[in-house]
């Protein structure tokens, strides 16, 4: 983990208020892995308002160039300052925070299902496993066709995807968990990651219980100090006797056992 | 100017002595060892712990954090891992970042204060000072009552002084008025209070209206940054102006200009919380930019702008 300044080569639109922050960093795409996120100044220099450094997943890393990117939605002040930002300027971050995913490579076949803006995490998690030659099915839910220009990206890894709207206008009609649920049994031998809004992880602990499913969710926290220091991304976790203990998302997680998450 | 031709910057607070004016406050700088990843936290004038109790506590139901305009209100309810934990796992590390600690406490009875205290007197380490959180308003049963009740400060505080050779510092609130924060400190110093830390979080909260639910797991919550830096200074100004004990002043400090707000107002050191959040550095650069602002003023010690906007006489 490092403080950093650096440049950002471009700040595309992905769609509605979604864009993509590529940054040169050679420090983040030698140390970053999967399921890691950065933490971003937002105000500006000298600045401290917005107060907070905002959370956002590391998208990809293309370490033949150096860079990583982030895939955000503006979503209040903050981001909103982050999509003003232009080629050329730099970014004030620290990274990589969290843990970074460890895989269980002795399986050959992963599900990952993303919610909305969930998705952002998996895209590294699904490069990382295609290059292992694992067999990775993307499963990804949206509200309407605004998370379209993501397709392009998929279309260079390895992996099989199918892309769900809630209003049809893009993909499959319907919801990315009916989809799971039909189909639970086919993929119950799978090694599951989900990312996603609140209650669609809800829906999906619904759908594994009972069964012995290995699913990882990344989770989200308002967050402080993003580095341990502070106690205030705690989340609910059920530890092996059933006791409820509080730990940190910024440093023990972002990624937790599914069924051992209290989603409030 | 001394030899090196820089100012000096330390200062004496009692028998506390500070190799400079710049504090981090508890519970928003751990024990410290997170931020050794980004300098030498040796330089600072000190580090506060996170506040212990004598059992280790959960805290609080998430959501713990809300940012409000130019703030943060947080409701973490004081979570910790239990002095016996602090003194046998967390202790060495720091003793190996060379840092001067002051330790904070918190309990929920005067009874608890005095277990901490024969809990406190075990450590073989050097400790600066011991901090009694009198005043987190974020515990049901917490800081608010103790610091609410001023005959109650002057007898946690001699009753942890019987058992400690330590200095104490007593944490005191915003929340309970002037007349009881006044009367709080005088009784603080009958107990033997070395000095007063000024002040900890106001008490607030924000609501979702959208899910019509409070913003916060505990619904009340604790307000600190910027926005109640105006609210810090003066009641630094108001303490200082009735030359009771010397002061470590907080609330909102983000940059050396805001440091030196606080030291001319009165404050004799200065406490840096929210801040390190978002600039993991900022301690060092408020030292270096409080040197630097003596320097451009030809100031050769930093003694000599404490308490200029106060009545204050600089206490020996
Ligand atoms: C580990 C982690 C990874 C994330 N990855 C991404 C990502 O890849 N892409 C993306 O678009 N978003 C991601 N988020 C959510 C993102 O951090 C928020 O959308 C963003 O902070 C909103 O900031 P704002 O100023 O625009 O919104 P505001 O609502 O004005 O923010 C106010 C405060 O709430 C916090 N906050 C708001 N929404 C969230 C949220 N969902 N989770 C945590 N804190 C929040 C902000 O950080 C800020 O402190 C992630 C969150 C976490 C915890
Ligand atoms: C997340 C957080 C946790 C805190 N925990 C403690 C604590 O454990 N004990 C205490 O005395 N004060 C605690 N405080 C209060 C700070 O030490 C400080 O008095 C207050 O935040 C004002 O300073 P600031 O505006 O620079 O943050 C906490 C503050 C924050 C923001
Ligand atoms: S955000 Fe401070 S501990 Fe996680």
């Known amino acids: ?264 | 100017m001394t030899e090196s031709n820089k100012p000096n910057l330390s200062v004496r607070l009692g028998e506390i002595n500070l190799k400079n004016p710049i504090v981090m406050c508890s519970g928003t700088f751990a024990n410290g060892l997170e931020y050794s990843n980004f300098y030498d936290i040796s330089e600072l004038g000190a580090i506060t712990t996170k506040s212990y109790s004598l059992k280790c506590k959960d805290g609080n139901k998430p959501p713990r954090i809300w940012e409000t305009a130019c703030g943060v209100l947080n409701s973490i309810g004081l979570q910790n891992d239990g002095i016996e934990s602090f003194i046998n796992d967390h202790l060495p590390k720091i003793k190996d970042m060379n840092a001067d600690i002051i330790l904070s406490l918190f309990g929920e009875s005067c009874e608890e204060f005095r277990e901490l205290a024969l809990a406190v007197k075990k450590i073989k380490t050097n400790i600066l000072a011991v901090e009694l959180n009198l005043s987190c308003p974020n515990v049901e049963k917490g800081g608010m009552i103790f610091c609410s009740m001023p005959e109650v400060v002057e007898k946690i505080t001699i009753s942890v002084k019987e058992i400690l050779n330590i200095p104490v510092i007593v944490k005191l609130s915003p929340n309970t008025g002037d007349t009881i924060m006044i009367e709080s400190a005088k009784r603080a110093k009958n107990g033997g209070a070395e000095a007063i830390s000024l002040i900890n979080t106001l008490v607030g909260t924000a609501v979702d209206i959208e899910n019509i639910k409070p913003r916060l797991g505990n619904v009340l919550g604790g307000l600190s940054g910027p926005a109640i830096k105006p609210i810090a200074l003066a009641k630094v100004y108001t303490l200082s102006n009735e030359n009771i004990l010397p002061m470590i002043g907080m609330g909102g400090i983000c940059t050396w200009n805001d440091a030196v707000e606080f030291l001319l107002m009165g404050a004799n050191a200065i406490g840096i919380g929210t801040a390190n959040f978002v600039e993991y550095c900022v301690g060092l650069k408020i030292i270096k930019g409080v040197s630097d602002y003596l320097e451009s003023k030809d100031i050769d010690d930093v003694n000599k702008i404490i308490g200029k906007l106060s009545n204050k006489q600089i206490i020996k």
């Open chain 1, 1 to 264: 983990m490092k403080l950093l300044k650096e440049e950002i080569l471009n700040n595309e639109k992905y769609g509605e208020n979604l864009y993509k922050m590529e940054i040169f960093s050679p420090y983040i795409c030698r140390n970053a892995g999967a399921g890691q996120f950065i933490s971003v100044k937002c105000s500006r220099e000298k600045i401290f308002d917005p107060m907070l450094r905002r959370p956002f997943s590391i998208y990809d890393i293309e370490k033949e160039f150096n860079v990583f990117s982030i895939l955000y939605l503006v979503k209040g002040r903050g981001t909103y300052l982050l999509s003003l930002l232009k080629k050329g300027d730099t970014v004030d971050f620290i990274g990589p925070l969290g843990n970074p995913i460890a895989f269980n490579m002795n399986s050959n076949d992963y599900l990952l299902i993303g919610g909305g803006i969930g998705i952002a995490p998996l895209y590294l998690i699904t490069k990382v496993l295609t290059s292992e030659k694992k067999n990775v099915l993307f499963i990804a839910g949206f509200k309407n066709s605004n998370f379209a220009g993501i397709e392009k990206d998929l279309l260079k890894t390895k992996a099989y995807y199918k892309i769900f709207t809630e209003d049809g206008s893009y993909g499959n009609s319907g919801l990315a968990t009916d989809f799971i649920k039909e189909n639970i049994n086919k993929y119950n031998k799978y090694q599951f990651y989900c990312c996603g809004p609140v209650d669609m992880l809800k829906a999906l602990q619904e759908i594994f219980l009972g069964k012995k499913i290995s699913a990882t969710a990344i989770v989200e926290q308002r967050m402080a100090c993003g580095i341990g220091a502070c106690m205030g991304c705690a989340i609910g976790i059920k530890n092996e006797d059933g006791e409820i203990i509080y730990k940190r998302v910024c440093k023990d997680g972002p990624s937790f056992n599914i069924m051992e998450v209290i989603f409030d």
